[in-house]
């Protein structure tokens, strides 16, 4: 069997190590990224829901390029949503802003009831490019 590769973003895998999780796995030429939140340096939720939903996708952003991935790499999107009716136009703002080029890559949204504490998600499966 073979062993995960996990990736940790720089400076955060303290936080990975108190809930026991890897920010993501290689295996082969995919990645598998961890759900991503606005957390902040400390861990605790961006209050205002616009930046946390801008946060989590920075923080997105560190994990791939730990894994010397970039947005364009994405081929899976899957986000989580405390109150999708409402959050949907801010989400789909941050994520236009992101993915400005076809083609896009597969996007499920989620509507869920619990993100400890949190109001957004994204997880994502990437292509690892040649050569990383």
């Not at 996990?6 to 295996?27: C, D, M, N, T």
């Not at 606005?38 to 209050?47: F, L, N, Q, V």
């Not at 205002?48 to 947005?71: I, M």
């Not at 996007?107 to 994502?124: H, M, Q, R, S, Y």
């Amino acid at each position: 069997m073979t062993k995960r590769d996990a990736v940790f973003p720089a400076g955060r895998q303290a936080l990975y190590e108190i809930h026991k999780y890897s920010a993501a796995i290689r295996s082969g030429d995919l990645l598998f990224v961890s759900g991503q939140v606005g957390s902040r340096g400390d861990g605790s939720p961006e209050p205002d829901f616009k930046k946390q939903v801008e946060l989590a996708f920075e923080n997105l952003r560190a994990v791939l390029k730990a894994a010397g991935c970039t947005f364009d790499d994405i081929v899976d999107v899957t986000t989580f949503h405390t109150d999708p009716e409402k959050q949907f136009e801010t989400v789909l703002a941050v994520k236009d802003a992101t993915f400005t080029e076809k083609p896009y890559p597969n996007w499920t949204a989620v509507g869920v009831n619990w993100l400890a504490g949190f109001d957004f998600e994204i997880k994502v499966i990437a292509r690892i490019p040649q050569g990383e």
